[in-house]
Structure formats: structure tokens, C-alpha cells
């Protein structure tokens, strides 16, 4: 779906009421919000405004282009749907359904295609000084195959990173991923040591 044909679809007071903004507000909010991180290293346009903090961002960043996050003020952002049309899609669900778009989020996030191009993102993200942020809300996109990425994102001295990193095996768990966890549990910050168990506890659930 192209943005023309996006904004075409969502012209109508049914979508106006979930907060979608036509683009010339989209356009506006873009703009006071591009001091914002995930926006600015992501190339997202805004969305949506329900006034609650939270929005939803076409990403304009490869390998993420065409993919849309929810960025959250609470520190859960990440990405929500695969294409602009998934997300219309779920918008006239909502409005349908008299419910929040929140509540329609796949769980656990889309997986991105090109996998490694996404690595190579993140490595180059952690350069940045607000890349963490943005590292954070990419890491739910991974498919966990890259153990090295895992291990550095663990190893991290933020450990907000280690413990992304062990909330996304605890969602995706892998017999693989059971070094990954150990190193987790193993970490000295709680936050990391806790996520690193459940994680584990997942894992061996699988049998």
C-alpha cells in the first residue's frame, strides 16, 4: 500500500476517532517529534495521536522500510505489524470491534525479513549515543539466530539490553538459546538475572 492510497483509506471520521492522522498532521507531528530517537535513527513518520503518549511509526530505515513500531513512552516500542496495509487493516478492525489498536498487536512481535542486514543495524545503532533506545526496540524482531549478537547485547554494560534480550527467548524459546539464557541469569543486575531465568525455565518446558 502506497502512503496516497493510506491515507485515502483512512479519510473518514471512523478512523479519525482511533487518533489516525491525515498526512499533512502527519507530517506535522513528524517534524516536533524528530528529536525523538527511534524516529529520527528509524525514519518513522508518525501516524497516529490518541493522546495517550503512544504512536505508531512507518518505519523509512532498511531492512525495517514499509514496517510499522509502536513506540511506547513506557519503554515496551517495537515493531507491530509487516506493511501500512496490515496496519489499516487493524485500524478498521478496531473501529469495527469498538476496541484499542493496542489490543490488536500480534504477540510476539513480526519477524523482520534479512536477518542479517538487521544485525548489522543494531551493531551499528549501539554506536550511536541514542542508539540503545532504538536497539531496544528492535531487538523483538530478531529471530535469535545470531548467538554473537546475543551475547554482546547480553554482555552490555546497559543491562536494559541483557534483559531484551532475555525477554525475547522467554517468548521464542530454543534449546539453542540455552547459553544465552544461562549468561542472562548469570548477570549481576536482578532485572537481567530474573528474565534470564524464566527464559531458562522456557526453554526447559520444551523438553
Not at 6 to 21: K, Q
Not at 107 to 116: A, E, H, I, M, Y
Not at 121 to 150: C, F, M, T, Y
Amino acid at each position: 500500500m502506497t502512503l496516497d492510497a493510506y491515507f485515502a483509506t483512512i479519510d473518514s471520521p471512523a478512523f479519525a476517532a482511533l487518533g489516525l492522522l491525515p498526512r499533512d498532521r502527519a507530517l506535522e507531528l513528524t517534524s516536533a517529534m524528530h528529536g525523538h530517537p527511534v524516529v529520527e535513527l528509524l525514519q518513522g513518520l508518525v501516524l497516529d495521536d490518541p493522546e495517550t503518549s503512544n504512536h505508531h511509526l512507518l518505519l523509512g530505515r532498511a531492512p525495517l522500510t514499509g514496517r510499522v513500531l509502536y513506540l511506547t513512552h513506557d519503554g515496551d516500542s517495537r515493531v507491530v505489524f509487516d506493511s501500512l496495509a496490515d496496519f489499516a487493516a487493524a485500524a478498521r478492525q478496531a473501529g469495527e470491534q469498538g476496541v484499542d489498536m493496542e489490543e490488536l498487536h500480534p504477540d510476539p512481535s513480526p519477524l523482520v525479513d534479512g536477518q542479517p542486514p538487521l544485525g548489522s543495524l543494531i551493531r551499528e545503532l549501539l554506536q550511536e549515543d541514542a542508539g540503545v533506545e532504538v536497539v531496544l526496540a528492535l531487538i523483538p524482531s530478531l529471530d535469535l539466530n545470531d548467538l554473537a549478537l546475543l551475547e554482546a547485547l547480553a554482555r552490555d554494560d546497559d543491562f536494559f539490553l541483557g534483559e531484551a534480550v532475555a525477554m525475547a527467548i522467554e517468548k521464542r524459546p530454543s534449546q539453542a538459546l540455552r547459553s544465552i539464557a544461562v549468561l542472562c541469569q548469570a548477570h549481576p543486575h536482578g532485572q537481567v538475572s530474573r528474565a534470564g531465568t524464566r527464559a531458562l525455565q522456557r526453554i526447559d518446558a520444551l523438553g
